[in-house]
């Protein structure tokens, strides 16, 4: 098989029509001088990125036209923005600790909060740099101090032990050893798709037939905004995918037209809440006190591969990460193995 320059991308184009939809959405409830700012945003950002922004600034302005201004959230206008203190923004962060919108109760910690921060920073900026409103005091707010998380990611035993608990599922229930028997071959692929190239979960289930190479081991995928890349792969995830492609291709109810690599019981393109449900099944089995996801799949794959090659340049590219920086944090499980190895070195008596 060979790549297939035409192909569509219909996966990715679906997706990002979806979030225009929900992004025209947000507009009718966001105040009018928004709409200038996310029409000059299609510029430079996704989609999904001008979607968060959109759900950010909406819980912004219901926090202020209910507690600064007591009017709806459309009748904010820049006279009111200009009113806005950093003392009111600095409240806004303390409110996301508990809050409740739309009459549901939600929480955000540090990371939620920087966010939510970075989107009213954006917005103030604009406003200020098209001397709309006449200071930006959104910049004098410190972003909040993130407590970075140890890295979860599996061990190597684990990793073989999850992939044959998809293979020969003994530890899963009675039911879910009946769906096995018409997934395994998929699931056994995806995981070790997910552990031998450490792509993205939304990478995965918009991936198509036509998008691997078998001859030159290697496959196409489309990443964060749209860029497309080449990735290769392994004798290990050859097998798995020829081995699902042999029962896909059997399948008479799938519909030729359909394209998708992964396929749901339903005979439809896999989603990503489909992909998080079947890893936390599996790796439930295997490391249960371990909260295990897609991404994780991905970071011990990052960190494998650090392991193995020393180069954080090459994990940074592979994954996909365009800044190097973000790719370090891989290297904190290597930390620990170096201190082990050198417990030894230095003699005090001889």
Known sequence: MSYNKNMSENYFVDRDNRNIKHISAYLEELPDFCYKYFLEMENYTSTLSRLNYAMDLKIFFDFLARFKFSIDVKDLTLAHIEKVTADDISSFLSYLSFYTYKGKNYKNNERGKARKLSSIRSLFKYLFNKDRISSNVASKITMPKQHEKDILRLEVDEVSRLVNQAESPSGLTKQQQGYNKHTRERDVAILTLFLATGIRVSELVGLNVEDFDFDNHSFKVTR??????????????????KAWLLVRDSNKKLDEKEKALFISLQNKRICVRAVEQLVKKYAGVVTPLKKITPHKLRSTYGTNLYRETGDIYIVADVLGHRDVNTTRKHYAAITEDKRRSVADKIKVRF
């Open 224 to 241: 964060k905004g749209g860029n497309q890349a080449i990735l290769y792969f392994s004798q290990e995830v050859e097998d798995a995918i």
